[in-house]
Nanobody, 123 residues
Framework: VQLQASGGGLVQAGGSLRLSCAASGRSFSGYHMGWFRQAPGKERRFVASITWSRGVTDYDDFVKDRFTISRDHDLNMVYLQMDNLKPEDTAVYLC?????????????????WGQGTQVTVSS
């Protein structure tokens, strides 16, 4: 399995970015696709997830109503649309996937990780 995240960059507060994650190497039917973020010196934190088959979504409260996760079956892509960005959103954003039985917000439940893309929001 390979996950390739892209789309990060530098943006002013209030701006938008769309992250992409290209997934390959297997069928993801039944899998969760997740986005996490990690700021320097902080733990990896759940951002959002989506079930590959049914498209059921879940969000961290801090990003709810600002971020939208989606997936494209034909292209094997997962997206994270980020609007109204805040300086506190600055972090490396990573995509991940796994067969989740328990908490989809727990990074330990994900089996595969991409390399991350840097998002920097200036005030």
């Amino acid at each position: 399995v390979q996950l390739q995240a892209s789309g990060g960059g530098l943006v002013q507060a209030g701006g938008s970015l769309r992250l992409s994650c290209a997934a390959s190497g297997r069928s993801f039917s039944g899998y969760h696709m997740g986005w996490f973020r990690q700021a320097p010196g902080k733990e990896r934190r759940f951002v959002a997830s989506i079930t590959w088959s049914r498209g059921v979504t879940d969000y961290d409260d801090f990003v709810k109503d600002r971020f939208t996760i989606s997936r494209d079956h034909d292209l094997n892509m997962v997206y994270l649309q980020m609007d109204n960005l805040k300086p506190e959103d600055t972090a490396v954003y990573l995509c991940a996937t796994g067969l989740i039985i328990g908490d989809q917000g727990d990074p330990r439940n994900y089996d595969y990780w991409g390399q991350g893309t840097q998002v920097t929001v200036s005030s």
